[in-house]
């Protein structure tokens, strides 16, 4: 059996299960979340879930921090890595989803659409997301990515009045439960021909493997096709604007902040991990989803009317310069990619946030005109679409442009001059939607009169806007992180 | 204290803003009004220091620091000041009083917005000024379109959005390719953003012109020269009297400027090469755009094409390559910045008080307004480069280094001598002089002491550069040279020239 199954009777000593604590504190706590939620008076027990799931992620976080790896580590024979790029990933993880259910708790609230199942969901969410940061091995993999994808499914069917959101649920729940069989299909081949779930193991078989071999190339189609689904690449990208649309905003934001560090887990474990020697069969697949996915993102959320439709595609063009990083194919386009992803995930929790800050009961906010006149009613809000929406657009000096900036760096660095300047270009036309929506905040007139309301929510995110250009002085620091963690990984 | 001078003159702007900005909403506006011109003055005093203490004997960069800010790809926190940036930076001070004074009561509208856009804006644009990495020059280069994107667009006009979407974008994609030229230099100098050390690439001629055209999609958009010039009228009469202040004043000698740190030193045998260029444009800019102006209605759209045309005599003097045409180019910048910054400033007193910025809506205001009269006319005749007033100054030195070149090209600059004045002189004609238009006209009251303090500050620098320009020649004189000295050595690995 060379697959890493576990063969030696099980103690929790030769497991290690310790370099798992903080994804078995989560698991732990969201099954306590969830009963304890019977035993208290519904008037008090959206509040207490959201206090207790906010404690439970920050105290995640406390519990990666203090055991910040700085050399990988293996645990339960060898299915599950604790290293700094996993240390990395769940902090980011654990802090956005806290911010998320911060923004979220008024809107939930006051639809009184979930009560301790968001927080249950959520948390379990999280620990999906943080099982694939860590795994080792493609049943890991796969392991967390369906605890988290069928959290999602289920957090988004759950404002089950609205047609909108079933549908959305619907046509995720389809279309996901094909692309998980497409990459389990591409496990199984990679199985067949390396005979392992490894992906150490996968990888150094690969490496000694003739490229040119058919049934190798068809795994590896197959799993960068359930990437580019789970990823949100064009031509795999359709469930996108309907997701973000037709889910609640709660959960929109859910989605939209820590499963991009959770897809930025998956592509690296498995693309880099597993199928770095293959760099080359993947790298033309990626070049053309990340063109098409910056260049449809970015036209098409042009003649959005709906905010949150907008940022859909909006994340569509971002992913694929995520994906523009991972192309370049080495330590240092790792690297850009993971400042990127970083940076993206920190922008769009906020973007949401905004939305859900902006929205009251009966009071959605998600529509491009409702933003007119906001720097005449609220001036500090509309200061701070200002900032996310230059950074979104890769204007200097905010840490979006550096993102972009190294990006673009890194297809020099490749030789890919051509895909450069089409990525330069397509990030100035995408520049338009994000300036009409400050045309639209600071230039036109009110129409409404309603004052923003998002209540305690406020400090957690004024704090995330303003890191976006607070964390100038340092980006340096950051980015030299970013590349050591990467360092570390690429062994 | 000394060498963090700079670093104080480019971050306390920005706290200032953000300070102002702290105040709040319209019932505290005097706050913020008070607060933002006690930080602008106390910034512009903390400037002179740096006029004072310069050393003039020497070309080398003064008041450096330098702080590793992205070492992943050699960034720096890097900056100083030579003959040629100093006294932009001045200007930059000086003129933001200026404007905080000019907006005093004419803003009234989210008060601690429009001050704090101002401040932070000062705080940026001296940034550009002394920054030596090429990097930070870029990051703050764009960081300058924002505060003027919103001062445009909340401040302005009825056509406002228009106009300041198209400033924005133009900006943007000639910046852009500048970040291009950036990364490559980047690359070709072994992983450098120092612009210093750009300097000293040797860069091969086909290289050089590529590059070259990417500063210039940059510079020439800023500056602007023709045929990139159409955004600027514009952003001008849409923008509210401070933002037109500041464009014309400042962010346009931000090309100027661009072209002297950087086109002309990277890539000297390309600015050789195509000198013919830029002197065409020039000369095209400085006849033409005159010719434009003369036949403009609105006087905000009439000095906004004769900035275009004076800022011709900026790049025609950077591109003959001589001592009397590098200087008067520098001494253009600073007696433009005065200049069309105080004639901004009088169609906005007109503006204030009759909301109109057409020709014809007056006639005959040096009844009512007998002081604002004679300090309008003033203005005028240094536009004209009357002998004795700033505008004198740079273009004779122009005219005259352009007459070494090739006395054609001086024929053809100094027939601006004449379109001048005669766009100049029959606008003042026909506001100044004659009977009162009308009933209001009659009635308009003249300056009053704020008024009189912003464009007698002004005035008297128009009046004592004219007539005594050694102080602002002397400390650029050294620089200049060294500069014209680097660009005459060619940087091509074979003879390329």
């Given at each position: 059996m060379s697959c890493g199954l576990p063969l030696n009777p099980m103690n929790l000593q030769s497991l290690h299960a310790a370099l798992a604590l903080p994804e078995i504190f989560i698991a732990c706590m969201a099954s306590a979340i969830l009963l304890l939620g019977l035993f208290i008076k519904q008037k008090n027990r959206h509040i207490v879930c959201f206090w207790l799931s906010v404690f439970t992620l920050i105290a995640a976080c406390v519990l990666i921090m203090a055991d910040f790896s700085t050399r990988p580590a293996f645990a339960f024979n060898r299915l599950f890595v604790d290293d700094p790029l996993g240390d990395l990933l769940k902090t980011a993880i654990c802090l956005l989803s806290a911010a998320i259910f911060v923004y979220s708790r008024q809107y939930n609230q006051q639809r009184n659409i979930f009560n301790n199942e968001y927080y249950v969901l959520g948390l379990f969410a999280v620990c999906g997301m943080m099982v694939m940061a860590s795994a080792n091995h493609l049943l890991t993999l796969y392991l967390g990515l369906e605890l988290m994808s069928l959290c999602l499914y289920s957090m988004i069917a759950?404002?089950?009045?609205d047609k909108l959101a079933v549908e959305a649920a619907m046509k995720y729940f389809v279309l996901g439960a094909l692309a998980s069989s497409v990459l389990l299909y591409g496990m199984s081949l990679l199985y067949g021909l390396t005979?392992?779930?490894e992906l150490a193991v996968i990888s150094s078989a690969v490496a000694g493997?003739?490229?040119?071999?058919s049934a190798l190339a068809l795994a590896v189609v197959f799993i960068v096709v359930a990437l580019a689904f789970k990823i949100g690449?064009?031509?795999?990208?359709?469930w996108i604007p309907d997701v973000y649309h037709g889910a609640a905003t709660s959960t929109t934001g859910f989605i939209s902040a820590a499963p991009k560090i959770a897809a930025f887990a998956l592509v690296m474990r498995l693309?880099?991990?597993?199928?770095?020697?293959?760099h080359g069969l993947w790298q033309q697949m990626l070049i053309i989803l990340a063109l098409l996915s910056v260049g449809v993102g970015n036209i098409i959320a042009i003649?959005?009317?709906n905010l949150k439709r907008m940022l859909a595609y909006s994340t569509i063009s971002h992913m694929g310069f995520f994906l523009f990083g991972i192309v370049g194919g080495t330590a240092a386009g790792y690297s850009a990619a993971l400042f990127y992803i970083l940076i993206y995930a920190t922008m769009s929790c906020a973007a949401f946030g905004l939305i859900l800050y902006l929205s009251s009961k009966d009071y959605e906010?998600?529509?491009?005109?409702?933003?007119?006149?906001l720097g005449k009613r609220s001036p500090r809000i509309a200061l701070l679409v200002l900032i996310l929406m230059f950074s979104m657009a890769g204007?200097?000096?905010?840490?979006g442009f550096f993102a972009k900036m190294w990006v673009i760096q890194v297809l020099l660095d490749a030789g890919l001059e051509w895909v450069a300047v089409a990525a330069v270009v397509l990030a100035v036309i995408g520049a338009y939607y994000y300036l009409r929506i400050i045309k639209l905040v600071y230039f036109d007139a009110p129409?409404?009169?309603?004052?923003?309301?998002?209540?305690?929510?406020k400090i957690v995110l004024t704090f995330n806007i303003l890191i976006i250009v607070a964390i100038l002085p340092w980006i340096g620091t950051l980015i030299t992180f970013c590349s050591q963690v990467i360092e570390r990984f690429v062994y | 204290m000394e060498n963090k001078l700079l670093s104080v003159l480019i971050w306390l702007p920005m706290v200032a803003g953000i300070l102002v900005l702290a105040?709040?909403?319209?019932?505290?506006a005097a706050i913020a009004r008070k607060l933002a011109l006690g930080f602008s003055a106390i910034i512009f005093l903390l400037s002179i220091p740096l006029y004072t203490r310069f050393?003039?004997?020497?070309a080398h960069m003064q008041f450096t620091e330098q702080h590793s800010w992205i070492s992943a790809f050699n960034i720096n926190y890097s900056i100083g000041v030579d003959g040629i940036s100093m006294p932009l930076i001045l200007l930059t001070t000086l003129l933001t009083v200026i404007v905080i004074i000019a907006g005093?009561?004419?803003?009234?509208?989210r008060v601690a917005q429009y001050m704090a856009a101002f401040l932070i804006m000062e705080g940026i644009m001296i940034g550009v000024f002394s920054a030596l990495d090429a990097m930070l020059f870029y990051v703050l280069w764009e960081a300058m379109l924002i505060p003027m994107f919103l001062i445009i667009g909340i401040?302005?006009?009825?056509n406002r959005i228009y106009a300041t979407i198209k400033f924005f974008l133009y900006t943007l994609l000639g910046s852009l390719l500048m970040l291009v030229a950036l990364l490559y230099l980047y690359r070709a100098s072994g992983g450098s953003f120092s612009i210093l050390d750009y300097h000293a690439l040797p860069l091969a001629l086909e290289v050089q012109i590529l590059i070259f055209l990417a500063l210039f999609a940059a510079f020439a958009v800023k500056v602007p020269m023709f045929p990139v010039h159409t955004w600027l009228p514009d952003a001008h009469v849409e923008a509210p009297t401070g933002g037109s202040v500041i464009l014309a004043a400042i962010m346009l000698k931000m090309g100027g400027y661009g072209f002297i740190r950087f086109s002309l030193p990277i890539t000297p045998d390309a600015s050789h090469e195509l000198a013919w260029l830029m002197i065409t444009l020039s000369l095209i800019a400085v006849v033409y755009i005159a010719l434009v102006a003369?036949?403009?209605?609105d006087m905000k759209k009439l000095i906004a094409y004769s900035s275009i045309s004076h800022m011709g005599f900026v790049t025609l003097g950077l591109f003959i390559f001589n001592d009397q045409g590098a200087e008067g180019a520098m001494m253009q910048m600073i007696s433009h910045g005065f200049i069309s910054g105080a004639l901004f400033l009088c169609v906005g007193v007109l503006y204030d008080r009759l909301h109109s910025r057409m020709?014809?809506?007056?006639?005959?205001i040096a009844g009512p307004m007998p002081v604002f009269a004679a300090l309008f006319v003033l203005f005028a005749m240094a536009n004209v480069g009357l002998?004795?007033?700033?505008?004198f100054v740079g273009e004779f030195l122009v005219i005259l280094g352009s007459f070494q070149a090739n006395p054609w090209f001086a024929i053809l600059a100094a027939l601006t001598l004449i379109f001048g004045a005669a766009y100049t002189l029959w606008m003042v004609k026909r506001v100044?002089?004659?009977?009162?238009?009308?009933s209001e006209v009659a009635a308009l009251d003249d300056i009053n002491r704020r008024e009189i303090l912003m464009l007698g500050m002004l005035a008297a620098l128009v009046l004592v550069v004219g007539i005594w320009p050694n102080p602002v020649l002397d400390v650029m004189h050294v620089s200049i040279d060294n500069l014209l000295q680097h660009t005459d050595i060619s940087k091509c690995p074979v003879v390329c020239r």
């Open positions: 759950f404002f089950r009045d005979g392992s779930f493997m003739d490229q040119d071999n690449a064009v031509p795999f990208h359709m693309l880099v991990g597993g199928l770095e020697d293959l003649a959005q009317n906010s998600d529509q491009l005109s409702d933003l007119k006149g204007v200097p000096p905010t840490a129409i409404i009169s309603r004052d923003a309301n998002g209540g305690d929510s | 105040t709040g909403d319209d019932q505290r050393d003039a004997g020497t005093w009561r004419v803003i009234t509208e401040w302005g006009g009825p003369l036949v403009q209605q020709i014809d809506t007056y006639g005959g002998p004795g007033t700033s505008g100044v002089y004659g009977k009162a238009a009308n």
